[in-house]
C-alpha cells in the first residue's frame, strides 16, 4: 500500500555500531529509569557496540517482551531519549532504532528467545491478546504457568495489529510477536469474546487466576445529526492495515478530534490521495494531546487545522455527505471554550472521520471502576481477589501507551507468580 | 551451556577473567564489589616497601569523540601500608573462597626481603603470587619492577628466590620494554616459575599541552615518561603473547599465560584466548566504566562459543596458535584483488585517494553521466590485494577482497630462494623469474 509502509529504515550493521559508540555507558542511566519496563538500555547498547546481540537481546527480552514493537511504536522523545544526557548539547542516542536492530536480528535469527520455565501446576486466563495480555501471558508462562488468552479478535496483538498506523508498525512485526508468545506454549484462541463466550465466573471456575486486558472500546458518538454518515477512525485504521483493499478515501476529508489517532488518520487520508486534509478541533493547539513530534510531522504532510471549531451537523444531500456545519468557539476564561452564537460556518467533505478517543471498558458486575476504568491496587489486582487487570483498561490517569501495557502485564504476571507460589521474581 | 572455569597453575577460577594488578584492586572493598560483578579473580594491586604518589598521575590519549583509548600512569605500587593490605587480601579470600585471588609483590632485589614478602602473602591464604618485574616508571629507578625484567640474569635471580620459599603458584610478569620478551621470558622458566603473564604497560609521554608547554601529566610543571596501557596496546600485547607462544622451548615447558593489554570487549578476550593465555586481566577499561563490564565479557564470551560450538575454554585454547607463521613461509601465488560493490559505494571516493596517492594507482574515478559524480573502479588486471582501500573504505561491505586465481603453483619465499637462490640475490634473475611466471607489478 502505498505510503504506508514503514517509515524508518533498519539501521545498517555500520549505523547502528556508530551509533552504539556514541553512547557513554552512563552509571544508573536516566534512559533505563525513563523507560517504563526500565530496559538496562546501556547494556543492551553496549553489547551491539562489542557484536554481541544475542546477548544484546536477552537484555532486552529481560524488561520487556514486546521490544520488537515497543522499539516502533514508544514515543522515545517523551521516554528514554528525552532522558538521553546527550540530548541537550548534542542529539540523544537514537535509542528506539537500536532497540530495533537488537529486535530484528534476534527476530530473524531466533537468537535469545525467551523460554519456558518449569511447569508449577498453575492455569492463568488472561483476556485480550493485546500488549498488555500478551506481556502477562509470556512473563506467567516464563515462571512455569500455564496460560490461555482469550481474544475476540481473529489476530493477536491488539491496537499493535489494529490501530498503529504501519508507518509506525507493520502488521507482521505484531504478529511476530504473537507467535513468540505461542512458542512460550501460550494457547491463543481467538474469536472468544469475554461477556458472551466465557464469563468472569467461568473463568475464575477454570483458572488459578484472571487478567482482564481488554483495552478499550469503539470510538464514542458525537451525537450529532448525520452521524451515521461519519467513518469511525479507529475502523479507518484497521482497514488500512489489514484490508488489501485499503479503506476508502475521500476527496476533501475532515478528522474530527486532535490526539494521536486524529493525526494518524489524517496522515492515512493523505497518503492514499485525498486532495485536502483538515482536523477539527474545539480547543486550541496548546491542548491538543497529540505530542509536539506528531503535531510537526502532520503539518509537513500538508494538513491544515481549524482550531476553536466544534461539529454541528453532518450536511446530506440526496443521501451523500457533502460538507459539515461547524461553529466557532472562543475562549471566555480557564475552562472549556465556548460556542460563538451565530457563528456556524460549512466546511465541505465528501468524507468525515471522527477521531475522538475510544470509549471505556464496559461494566462488570463485582468490578469496582474508577471513573470508569478497572479499579485496581498497588499489587494490580482488581476489587475481587484473584481477578487482575491492566493496560488501557484501568489506565483513569495519564496518556495510555503500548509500553505501559506490557509493563502492567509484567507487573501482573509478578503479583500473580507471587500470590500463587509465595516467590517473589 | 558455555563452561568458562579455568585451572591455571593450580589456581581455579569460575571464568578466566581477573582484575589486573592496578587500581581496580587496590583494596578490599573494591575486589570484594568486583567479585559481585562476577569477576573469577583479582590480582591485588602490587604490595612491597613503603611508598609515596604524586598527583596528576593519570594521562589519556582520547581520539575524536572516544575517550581514553589508552590511559598513561606514573603511579607506584601500593601506597596503603602493608599490613592493611596483607588483613584485607586474608578477608577477602576468606569470603571468596572459590575466587582467584592472587597478590602481586615487588620488594628491593634481596633473598631476605623476597623471603618474606612471600611468606606474609602465603599467610593470607591467597591462591597465587605474581612478581612485578614491570613498573616502567618510579619503582625502576629504584633498582625494581622494568630495571628487573629487563635483564634477563636478575629475572632469573629473584625467580629463583622466590621458588625457594614458596609453596603458591608464582606468576612472572614481564615487561613489554624489551628488544626480544623471550629471553626473560625463559629466565623465568629457568628460574622455576609456574607462569608467565603479560603485558605490563609500555614506555609512553602521552603528550604536552600546548598553551602551558608542559607535559601531560603534569606534576606541578614537571613530567616524564609513564605506563602505556588500554585498547592501543591490545596489538603489542597480542604480538608479545604469540612470541611466547611459538618459541620452542616455552612451547615445551607449556607454562600457562595471563594474558592482558588493551582488553576492553568479549572480543579482545577471545583473541588472547586464542593465541594461548588462559587467564585474562583486565585494568584500563575497568578504570572507565566500572566493573560492570565484566558482565558482557562472560555474556559475550559464552555467546560466542555457544554459537561456535566450544564447550570450554580448552576446546578453543590456543587454536589460532598454528596460524602464526613467518612471512618466509606465506605462499607467494595467493592472490586478492579488491572489488567495489557500486551499489553500496557512496563515492567518498578516499579509496581512490588512498591508492592513487600511496598504493598502486589502479583505482580509476568514472565519469559515466556528466552530471553525475564519479565512482571509483579497480582495475583488476593492476591491483596488488594490498587491502588499503578495504581498510579505509567507511561503508560496510562495500569493498571486498576477493580471491582470484594467480595462475601459478604456490610457492613460499623460503622456496623459491632455495630452488633459485639467484632469483632472492638479483634484480636481472628476478626479472627473468616473473617474465616466466607471467608477474607484471605496475
Ligand atoms: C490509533 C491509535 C494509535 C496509537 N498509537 C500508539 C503509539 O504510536 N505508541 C504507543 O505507545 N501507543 C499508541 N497507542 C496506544 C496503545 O495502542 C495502547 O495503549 C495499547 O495497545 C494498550 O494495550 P492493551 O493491551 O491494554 O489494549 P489493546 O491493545 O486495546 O488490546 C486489547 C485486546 O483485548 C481484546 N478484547 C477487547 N474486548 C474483549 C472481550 N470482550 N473479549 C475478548 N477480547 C477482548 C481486543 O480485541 C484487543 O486484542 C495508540 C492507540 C490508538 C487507538
Ligand atoms: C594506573 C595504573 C596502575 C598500575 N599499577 C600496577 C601495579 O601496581 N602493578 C602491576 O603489576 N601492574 C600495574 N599496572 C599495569 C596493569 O596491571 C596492566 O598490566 C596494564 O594496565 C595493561 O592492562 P590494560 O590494558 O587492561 O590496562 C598499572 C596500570 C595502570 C593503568
Ligand atoms: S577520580 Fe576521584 S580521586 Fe581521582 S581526581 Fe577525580 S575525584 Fe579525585
Redesign the pocket.
Given at each position: 500500500m502505498n505510503g504506508l509502509t514503514e517509515a524508518l529504515p533498519p539501521l545498517s550493521g555500520h549505523e547502528a555500531l556508530v551509533e552504539a559508540n556514541r553512547c557513554l555507558f552512563c552509571y544508573d542511566a536516566p534512559c533505563t529509569q525513563a523507560c517504563p519496563t526500565h530496559i538496562d538500555i546501556p547494556r543492551f547498547i553496549k553489547k551491539i557496540s562489542t557484536g554481541n546481540l544475542t546477548g544484546s537481546a536477552r537484555t532486552i527480552f529481560d524488561a520487556n517482551l514486546l521490544g520488537a514493537t515497543c522499539a516502533r511504536v514508544c514515543p522515545v522523545q517523551e521516554l528514554c531519549e528525552g532522558a538521553c544526557v546527550l540530548g541537550s548539547e548534542h542529539k540523544p542516542i537514537a535509542i528506539g532504532r537500536l532497540q530495533r536492530h537488537t529486535m530484528d536480528h534476534a527476530y530473524s535469527h531466533g537468537a535469545a528467545m525467551p523460554t519456558v520455565g518449569a511447569p508449577t501446576g498453575f492455569h492463568v486466563g488472561v483476556v485480550g491478546a493485546g500488549p498488555a495480555g500478551l506481556s502477562c501471558a509470556g512473563e506467567l508462562a516464563r515462571r512455569g504457568h500455564a496460560v490461555t488468552v482469550y481474544e475476540k479478535r481473529d489476530l493477536g496483538g491488539g491496537l499493535s495489529t489494529y490501530g498503529i498506523i504501519a508507518l509506525r508498525e507493520p502488521v507482521g512485526v505484531a504478529l511476530a510477536e504473537v507467535e513468540m508468545i505461542r512458542n512460550l506454549g501460550v494457547r491463543v484462541l481467538s474469536g472468544v469474546e469475554f461477556g458472551r463466550d466465557v464469563t468472569l465466573d467461568s473463568l475464575i471456575g477454570d483458572h488459578s487466576a484472571v487478567f482482564l486486558s481488554l483495552g478499550l472500546g469503539r470510538t464514542p458518538d458525537l451525537g450529532i445529526r448525520g452521524e451515521e454518515h461519519l467513518v469511525d477512525g479507529l475502523e479507518f485504521i484497521e482497514q488500512s492495515k489489514t484490508s488489501p483493499a485499503g479503506p476508502h478515501v475521500g476527496r476533501d476529508v475532515l478528522v474530527i478530534g486532535a490526539g494521536n489517532t486524529a493525526i494518524d488518520c489524517a496522515t492515512i487520508a493523505k497518503r492514499l490521495g485525498a486532495a485536502r486534509v483538515t482536523i477539527l478541533y474545539r480547543r486550541t493547539a496548546n491542548e491538543m494531546t497529540a505530542y509536539t513530534h506528531e503535531y510537526r510531522f502532520i503539518q509537513n504532510e500538508g494538513v491544515r487545522f481549524e482550531f476553536l471549531t466544534q461539529p454541528v451537523e453532518a450536511i446530506i444531500d440526496e443521501g451523500r455527505l457533502t460538507g459539515l456545519r461547524c461553529r466557532r468557539m472562543q475562549r471566555t476564561g480557564r475552562g472549556l471554550p465556548e460556542p460563538v452564537s451565530g457563528s456556524d460556518f460549512t466546511l465541505p467533505a465528501d468524507q468525515i472521520v471522527k477521531a475522538i478517543g475510544q470509549q471505556k471498558p464496559p461494566a462488570f458486575r463485582g468490578l469496582e471502576t474508577d471513573r470508569g476504568y478497572l479499579r485496581i491496587n498497588d499489587e494490580m489486582e482488581t476489587s475481587l481477589a484473584g481477578v487482575y487487570a491492566g493496560g488501557d483498561c484501568v489506565r483513569a490517569r495519564g496518556s495510555a501507551s503500548t509500553v505501559m501495557a506490557v509493563q502492567d502485564g509484567k507487573r501482573a504476571a509478578a503479583a500473580i507468580h507471587k500470590a500463587l507460589t509465595g516467590l517473589i521474581s | 551451556m558455555a563452561d568458562l572455569s579455568i585451572n591455571f597453575a593450580g589456581i581455579k577460577s569460575p571464568n578466566p577473567f581477573w582484575l589486573?594488578?592496578?587500581?581496580p584492586a587496590n583494596s578490599g572493598d573494591q575486589v570484594h564489589r568486583a567479585f559481585e560483578a562476577g569477576w573469577g579473580g583479582a590480582v591485588w594491586?602490587?604490595i612491597g616497601g613503603p611508598v609515596l604518589n604524586v598527583s596528576n598521575r593519570?594521562g589519556a590519549w582520547h581520539s575524536g569523540a572516544q575517550r581514553m583509548l589508552a590511559?598513561n600512569?606514573i603511579?607506584l605500587?601500593s601506597d596503603r601500608p602493608l599490613e592493611i593490605n596483607l588483613r584485607e587480601i586474608r578477608d577477602v579470600k576468606r569470603n571468596w573462597p572459590g575466587r582467584a585471588v592472587i597478590v602481586?609483590a615487588m620488594v628491593e632485589s634481596k633473598p631476605a626481603a623476597w623471603r618474606t614478602i612471600v611468606r606474609q602473602i602465603e599467610d593470607t591464604g591467597a591462591d597465587g603470587i605474581e612478581l612485578?618485574y614491570?613498573?616502567p616508571h618510579g619503582m625502576s629507578e629504584r633498582g625494581m619492577g622494568a630495571a628487573v625484567g629487563q635483564v634477563p640474569e636478575y629475572c632469573q635471580q629473584i625467580t629463583a628466590w622466590v621458588k625457594e620459599v614458596s609453596q603458591l603458584p608464582v606468576i612472572v610478569?614481564l615487561t613489554p620494554n624489551v628488544t626480544n620478551i623471550v629471553l626473560p621470558a625463559r629466565a623465568a622458566l629457568a628460574g622455576g616459575a609456574d607462569a608467565l603473564s603479560l603485558?605490563?604497560?609500555v614506555n609512553s609521554i602521552i603528550g604536552i599541552d600546548l598553551d602551558t608547554l608542559e607535559l601531560s601529566p603534569s606534576v606541578g610543571g614537571k613530567g616524564g615518561h609513564g605506563?602505556y596501557?588500554?585498547p592501543a596496546?591490545k596489538p603489542i600485547a597480542l604480538n608479545l603473547l604469540a612470541a611466547l607462544a611459538t618459541d620452542p622451548e616455552l612451547a615445551k615447558s607449556n607454562l600457562p599465560v595471563s594474558g592482558?593489554?588493551?582488553?576492553a570487549t568479549w572480543r579482545d578476550a577471545a583473541e588472547f584466548l586464542l593465541l594461548g593465555a588462559t587467564s585474562l586481566?583486565?585494568?584500563?577499561?575497568v578504570?572507565h566504566y566500572g566493573f560492570r563490564v565484566v558482565e558482557d565479557l562472560i555474556d559475550g564470551l559464552s555467546n560466542w562459543m555457544n554459537e561456535k560450538g566450544f564447550r570450554t575454554i580448552a576446546d578453543f585454547q590456543g587454536r589460532s596458535v598454528p596460524r602464526l607463521s613467518d612471512f618466509g613461509n606465506f605462499d607467494l601465488s595467493f592472490r586478492v584483488v579488491a572489488r567495489i560493490d557500486q551499489a553500496r559505494c557512496i563515492k567518498c571516493n578516499l579509496c581512490y585517494v588512498a591508492c592513487h596517492d600511496t598504493a598502486h594507482q589502479c583505482i580509476d574515478l568514472i565519469t559515466a553521466h556528466p552530471e553525475h559524480r564519479p565512482h571509483p573502479q579497480v582495475r583488476e588486471a593492476d591491483c596488488v590485494g594490498c587491502r588499503l582501500c578495504y581498510n579505509v573504505c567507511p561503508v560496510e561491505k562495500c569493498i571486498e577482497m576477493v580471491e582470484v586465481p594467480s595462475g601459478r603453483a604456490p610457492l613460499t619465499w623460503a622456496q623459491l630462494a632455495q630452488a633459485e637462490p639467484a632469483v632472492a640475490e638479483d634484480w636481472e634473475a628476478m626479472k627473468k623469474y616473473r617474465d616466466r611466471h607471467g608477474i607484471h607489478i605496475h
Amino acid at each position: 500500500m502505498n505510503g504506508l509502509t514503514e517509515a524508518l529504515p533498519p539501521l545498517s550493521g555500520h549505523e547502528a555500531l556508530v551509533e552504539a559508540n556514541r553512547c557513554l555507558f552512563c552509571y544508573d542511566a536516566p534512559c533505563t529509569q525513563a523507560c517504563p519496563t526500565h530496559i538496562d538500555i546501556p547494556r543492551f547498547i553496549k553489547k551491539i557496540s562489542t557484536g554481541n546481540l544475542t546477548g544484546s537481546a536477552r537484555t532486552i527480552f529481560d524488561a520487556n517482551l514486546l521490544g520488537a514493537t515497543c522499539a516502533r511504536v514508544c514515543p522515545v522523545q517523551e521516554l528514554c531519549e528525552g532522558a538521553c544526557v546527550l540530548g541537550s548539547e548534542h542529539k540523544p542516542i537514537a535509542i528506539g532504532r537500536l532497540q530495533r536492530h537488537t529486535m530484528d536480528h534476534a527476530y530473524s535469527h531466533g537468537a535469545a528467545m525467551p523460554t519456558v520455565g518449569a511447569p508449577t501446576g498453575f492455569h492463568v486466563g488472561v483476556v485480550g491478546a493485546g500488549p498488555a495480555g500478551l506481556s502477562c501471558a509470556g512473563e506467567l508462562a516464563r515462571r512455569g504457568h500455564a496460560v490461555t488468552v482469550y481474544e475476540k479478535r481473529d489476530l493477536g496483538g491488539g491496537l499493535s495489529t489494529y490501530g498503529i498506523i504501519a508507518l509506525r508498525e507493520p502488521v507482521g512485526v505484531a504478529l511476530a510477536e504473537v507467535e513468540m508468545i505461542r512458542n512460550l506454549g501460550v494457547r491463543v484462541l481467538s474469536g472468544v469474546e469475554f461477556g458472551r463466550d466465557v464469563t468472569l465466573d467461568s473463568l475464575i471456575g477454570d483458572h488459578s487466576a484472571v487478567f482482564l486486558s481488554l483495552g478499550l472500546g469503539r470510538t464514542p458518538d458525537l451525537g450529532i445529526r448525520g452521524e451515521e454518515h461519519l467513518v469511525d477512525g479507529l475502523e479507518f485504521i484497521e482497514q488500512s492495515k489489514t484490508s488489501p483493499a485499503g479503506p476508502h478515501v475521500g476527496r476533501d476529508v475532515l478528522v474530527i478530534g486532535a490526539g494521536n489517532t486524529a493525526i494518524d488518520c489524517a496522515t492515512i487520508a493523505k497518503r492514499l490521495g485525498a486532495a485536502r486534509v483538515t482536523i477539527l478541533y474545539r480547543r486550541t493547539a496548546n491542548e491538543m494531546t497529540a505530542y509536539t513530534h506528531e503535531y510537526r510531522f502532520i503539518q509537513n504532510e500538508g494538513v491544515r487545522f481549524e482550531f476553536l471549531t466544534q461539529p454541528v451537523e453532518a450536511i446530506i444531500d440526496e443521501g451523500r455527505l457533502t460538507g459539515l456545519r461547524c461553529r466557532r468557539m472562543q475562549r471566555t476564561g480557564r475552562g472549556l471554550p465556548e460556542p460563538v452564537s451565530g457563528s456556524d460556518f460549512t466546511l465541505p467533505a465528501d468524507q468525515i472521520v471522527k477521531a475522538i478517543g475510544q470509549q471505556k471498558p464496559p461494566a462488570f458486575r463485582g468490578l469496582e471502576t474508577d471513573r470508569g476504568y478497572l479499579r485496581i491496587n498497588d499489587e494490580m489486582e482488581t476489587s475481587l481477589a484473584g481477578v487482575y487487570a491492566g493496560g488501557d483498561c484501568v489506565r483513569a490517569r495519564g496518556s495510555a501507551s503500548t509500553v505501559m501495557a506490557v509493563q502492567d502485564g509484567k507487573r501482573a504476571a509478578a503479583a500473580i507468580h507471587k500470590a500463587l507460589t509465595g516467590l517473589i521474581s | 551451556m558455555a563452561d568458562l572455569s579455568i585451572n591455571f597453575a593450580g589456581i581455579k577460577s569460575p571464568n578466566p577473567f581477573w582484575l589486573a594488578s592496578a587500581p581496580p584492586a587496590n583494596s578490599g572493598d573494591q575486589v570484594h564489589r568486583a567479585f559481585e560483578a562476577g569477576w573469577g579473580g583479582a590480582v591485588w594491586k602490587t604490595i612491597g616497601g613503603p611508598v609515596l604518589n604524586v598527583s596528576n598521575r593519570y594521562g589519556a590519549w582520547h581520539s575524536g569523540a572516544q575517550r581514553m583509548l589508552a590511559i598513561n600512569n606514573i603511579e607506584l605500587i601500593s601506597d596503603r601500608p602493608l599490613e592493611i593490605n596483607l588483613r584485607e587480601i586474608r578477608d577477602v579470600k576468606r569470603n571468596w573462597p572459590g575466587r582467584a585471588v592472587i597478590v602481586s609483590a615487588m620488594v628491593e632485589s634481596k633473598p631476605a626481603a623476597w623471603r618474606t614478602i612471600v611468606r606474609q602473602i602465603e599467610d593470607t591464604g591467597a591462591d597465587g603470587i605474581e612478581l612485578n618485574y614491570g613498573c616502567p616508571h618510579g619503582m625502576s629507578e629504584r633498582g625494581m619492577g622494568a630495571a628487573v625484567g629487563q635483564v634477563p640474569e636478575y629475572c632469573q635471580q629473584i625467580t629463583a628466590w622466590v621458588k625457594e620459599v614458596s609453596q603458591l603458584p608464582v606468576i612472572v610478569k614481564l615487561t613489554p620494554n624489551v628488544t626480544n620478551i623471550v629471553l626473560p621470558a625463559r629466565a623465568a622458566l629457568a628460574g622455576g616459575a609456574d607462569a608467565l603473564s603479560l603485558i605490563n604497560t609500555v614506555n609512553s609521554i602521552i603528550g604536552i599541552d600546548l598553551d602551558t608547554l608542559e607535559l601531560s601529566p603534569s606534576v606541578g610543571g614537571k613530567g616524564g615518561h609513564g605506563g602505556y596501557a588500554g585498547p592501543a596496546i591490545k596489538p603489542i600485547a597480542l604480538n608479545l603473547l604469540a612470541a611466547l607462544a611459538t618459541d620452542p622451548e616455552l612451547a615445551k615447558s607449556n607454562l600457562p599465560v595471563s594474558g592482558m593489554g588493551g582488553i576492553a570487549t568479549w572480543r579482545d578476550a577471545a583473541e588472547f584466548l586464542l593465541l594461548g593465555a588462559t587467564s585474562l586481566q583486565v585494568c584500563t577499561t575497568v578504570m572507565h566504566y566500572g566493573f560492570r563490564v565484566v558482565e558482557d565479557l562472560i555474556d559475550g564470551l559464552s555467546n560466542w562459543m555457544n554459537e561456535k560450538g566450544f564447550r570450554t575454554i580448552a576446546d578453543f585454547q590456543g587454536r589460532s596458535v598454528p596460524r602464526l607463521s613467518d612471512f618466509g613461509n606465506f605462499d607467494l601465488s595467493f592472490r586478492v584483488v579488491a572489488r567495489i560493490d557500486q551499489a553500496r559505494c557512496i563515492k567518498c571516493n578516499l579509496c581512490y585517494v588512498a591508492c592513487h596517492d600511496t598504493a598502486h594507482q589502479c583505482i580509476d574515478l568514472i565519469t559515466a553521466h556528466p552530471e553525475h559524480r564519479p565512482h571509483p573502479q579497480v582495475r583488476e588486471a593492476d591491483c596488488v590485494g594490498c587491502r588499503l582501500c578495504y581498510n579505509v573504505c567507511p561503508v560496510e561491505k562495500c569493498i571486498e577482497m576477493v580471491e582470484v586465481p594467480s595462475g601459478r603453483a604456490p610457492l613460499t619465499w623460503a622456496q623459491l630462494a632455495q630452488a633459485e637462490p639467484a632469483v632472492a640475490e638479483d634484480w636481472e634473475a628476478m626479472k627473468k623469474y616473473r617474465d616466466r611466471h607471467g608477474i607484471h607489478i605496475h
